[in-house]
């Protein structure tokens, strides 16, 4: 029996090669926003082969990208009679220009082509929800329903998250991975963006 609560137990079930692996693919993959197609499909990929059902939006026509948000849904051997919960993250980045190429050096994983971003907002928390959840079928861990929402455009002014279509979204509680600080923190608010443009 794993006790859930203690979070150094938690800690040792994740498989550092393969969260490295996940990760590592995610951010070769270039995903600036309304550009998000390739990751969607890989995360997608991914919920499938884990057994999730999966429901892919089509809010990317409203603005301008050529994907849409994912929702997936983990509802096997489930805590009964606790509120299910949502995590979130969003899969695109800033524009990219060149390859990436990640590497670990001292300690800290870097983008080797020293020209660009790694552009690991927010794909190091798409890689750790992904490893967590591999973690929870795995060892047949029993967790709330889960509902894992990724959104695309976030950094254009979280339009993925704007236009998600909340009828897939059963919980009324969840967290989104998204910020920094360290691990353990917990923000509850944040600037909004106002986006203006003016001709003078």
């Known amino acids: ?20 692996e996940t990760f590592f693919s995610l951010v070769k993959i270039k995903s600036p926003s309304k550009n998000e ?7 997608e ?12 939006d089509n809010c990317g026509k409203k603005f301008g990208s050529n994907a849409g948000n994912l929702v997936a849904i983990y509802d ?21 220009e060149g390859d990436i190429i990640p590497a670990i050096k001292d300690g800290k994983i870097i983008n080797s082509n020293r020209r660009t971003i790694l552009g ?3 794909k190091v928390a798409v890689a750790s929800i992904l490893e967590c959840l591999k973690i929870i079928i795995e060892r047949n861990i029993r967790v709330r329903e889960t509902c894992l929402i990724f959104t695309i455009s976030e950094e254009s002014g979280l339009l993925g998250a704007k236009n998600l279509d909340i009828s897939k979204v059963n919980p009324e509680m969840g967290f989104v991975f998204d910020g920094g600080g360290r691990i353990g923190t917990i923000i509850t608010k944040a600037p909004y963006q106002n986006s203006i443009y003016a001709n003078f």
């Open 120 to 122: 690991a907002d927010d």
């Open 1 to 20: 029996m794993i006790d859930i609560n203690n979070l150094s137990n938690l800690l040792n079930l994740v498989k550092r090669e393969r969260l490295l």
């Open 76 to 96: 096997r051997n489930i805590l009964i009679g606790e509120d299910p919960v949502f995590v979130c993250a969003h899969l695109d980045t800033v524009y990219v």
């Open 37 to 43: 197609k390739e990751i969607v499909d890989f995360v």
């Open 45 to 56: 990929k991914e919920l499938r082969r884990l057994g999730l059902k999966v429901y892919r």
